[in-house]
């Protein structure tokens, strides 16, 4: 069994289970002890799992990594990639905005511009921007993910569906010589949208996400028109990105 779907197999018994040992894990993939032991490692470093004494324990955001995890890691590498990012945005713009820890830390800077209409399906981060003067916000209907402040599900999707932005603003949760991707599912269903849908693509990152692979992928680099983050990628990625025509940005 491939890599990535014997994670994805993995992830599907800890949704039902919440916790499982790598023994009984083994047992269920006809996979060995090790082999479990390095996909558990795996996913503990794209933030979709926690490890524990002889096995692992989901996140409560089911999957993707809880907010207030994902809020604590890497805070400045995210807001020097937010503000690379930030120079391309202009005042009166329509702009969507996920519902990442890396573009919350681009929500203080859109205090700068005005008459800015920002669509999101993100909690924290909309009501981060409701504080600022000069933006009209509008969340995106659906189900509130339990330890997230995602807003998620097929009622999102729907009314996404009609939102056509001038800019999308997304993270995600790897990069690699193959693109982008995602650690869950519903985030990868609502962000392929609107990179479908947005005049301008942009994804921030910060650099611990390069070399990673994560469960769902998102796009290849021809899927976003900028990749901004707080250091230039491997040499690898670099050159992905500059065949499918994404332009890098970092300081």
């Given at each position: 069994?491939l890599?990535?779907?014997?994670?994805e197999?993995?992830?599907?018994?800890?949704?039902?289970?919440?916790?499982?040992?790598v023994?009984?894990?083994?047992?269920?993939?006809?996979?060995?002890?090790?082999?479990?032991?390095r996909?558990?490692?795996?996913?503990?470093r794209?933030?979709?799992?926690?490890?524990?004494?002889?096995?692992?324990?989901?996140?409560?955001?089911?999957?993707?990594?809880?907010?207030?995890?994902?809020?604590?890691?890497?805070?400045k590498?995210?807001?020097?990639?937010?503000?690379?990012?930030f120079?391309?945005?202009?005042?009166?713009?329509?702009?969507?905005?996920?519902?990442?820890?890396?573009?919350?830390?681009?929500?203080?800077?859109?205090?700068?511009?005005?008459?800015?209409?920002v669509?999101?399906?993100g909690?924290?981060?909309?009501?981060?921007?409701?504080?600022?003067?000069?933006?009209?916000?509008?969340?995106?209907?659906?189900s509130?993910?339990?330890?997230?402040?995602?807003?998620?599900?097929s009622?999102t999707a729907?009314?996404?569906?009609?939102?056509?932005?001038?800019?999308?603003?997304?993270?995600?949760?790897?990069?690699?010589?193959?693109?982008?991707?995602e650690?869950s599912?519903?985030?990868?269903?609502?962000?392929?949208?609107?990179?479908?849908?947005?005049?301008?693509r942009?994804?921030?990152?910060?650099?611990?996400?390069?070399?990673?692979?994560?469960?769902?992928?998102?796009?290849?680099?021809?899927?976003?028109d900028?990749?901004?983050?707080?250091?230039?990628?491997?040499?690898?990625?670099?050159?992905?990105?500059?065949?499918?025509?994404?332009?890098?940005?970092f300081?």
């Amino acid at each position: 069994m491939l890599n990535i779907l014997r994670q994805e197999e993995i992830m599907a018994v800890l949704r039902d289970r919440k916790s499982a040992t790598v023994q009984e894990l083994a047992e269920l993939l006809f996979a060995s002890g090790s082999t479990i032991r390095r996909d558990l490692a795996e996913l503990e470093r794209v933030g979709m799992i926690r490890r524990s004494h002889g096995g692992a324990v989901l996140f409560e955001g089911g999957g993707e990594a809880a907010a207030v995890v994902r809020e604590q890691q890497h805070p400045k590498e995210k807001k020097r990639a937010a503000e690379t990012a930030f120079p391309l945005l202009r005042r009166g713009a329509a702009v969507f905005l996920d519902s990442s820890s890396t573009v919350g830390m681009l929500v203080p800077l859109l205090g700068r511009l005005s008459d800015l209409v920002v669509v999101t399906n993100g909690l924290n981060n909309a009501m981060m921007l409701a504080e600022k003067p000069g933006i009209q916000v509008a969340v995106a209907c659906g189900s509130l993910r339990k330890g997230s402040n995602s807003v998620v599900g097929s009622d999102t999707a729907a009314y996404l569906a009609g939102i056509h932005p001038d800019f999308s603003v997304m993270s995600c949760s790897a990069v690699n010589e193959e693109g982008f991707f995602e650690s869950s599912f519903e985030q990868r269903q609502l962000k392929r949208q609107m990179l479908q849908n947005a005049r301008v693509r942009i994804i921030i990152c910060d650099s611990s996400k390069f070399g990673l692979k994560s469960l769902a992928a998102l796009g290849d680099f021809s899927a976003a028109d900028y990749l901004a983050s707080d250091q230039p990628p491997p040499e690898e990625i670099a050159k992905a990105a500059e065949k499918a025509g994404c332009k890098l940005l970092f300081p």
